[in-house]
């Protein structure tokens, strides 16, 4: 098993900036790619960005530019800087980790952008 914690969701004015960061712990073995997706009200949950073992990232096309996915120097940390936020960016972000025969979820982070 392998335990996703998220931190740093918040409320932010557009054109905000604000840090998300997921720590895994437990059978961390094996795990090949982590990323974020987020999931808004009504909506269905959506890949935000990945990062591979290897660095090798990507992104969906509404937050290029604007976010950056990261691995800190915290083994199996990974940030996402999110800058130049939207009122369409709130949702509840995800923390994904990735084995080969499972995927795991963190509990989520509410991100809410508002004047």
């Known amino acids: 098993q392998v335990q996703l914690v998220e931190s740093g969701g918040g409320l932010v004015q557009p054109g905000g900036s604000l840090r998300l960061s997921c720590a895994a712990s437990?059978?961390?073995?094996?795990?090949?790619?982590m990323g974020w997706y987020r999931q808004a009200p009504g909506k269905q949950r959506e890949l935000v960005a990945t990062?591979?073992?290897?660095?090798?990232?990507s992104y969906a096309g509404a937050v290029k530019g604007r976010f950056t996915i990261s691995r800190d120097n915290a083994p199996n940390t990974v940030s996402l800087q999110m800058n130049s936020l939207k009122p369409e960016d709130t949702a509840v972000y995800y923390c994904?980790?990735?084995?080969?025969?499972?995927?795991?979820w963190g509990q989520g982070t509410q991100v809410t952008v508002s004047s």
């Open positions: 994904n980790a990735q084995q080969l025969a499972r995927s795991y």
């Open positions: 990062i591979t073992n290897g660095g090798l990232t």
């Open positions: 437990g059978s961390i073995f094996n795990i090949y790619a």
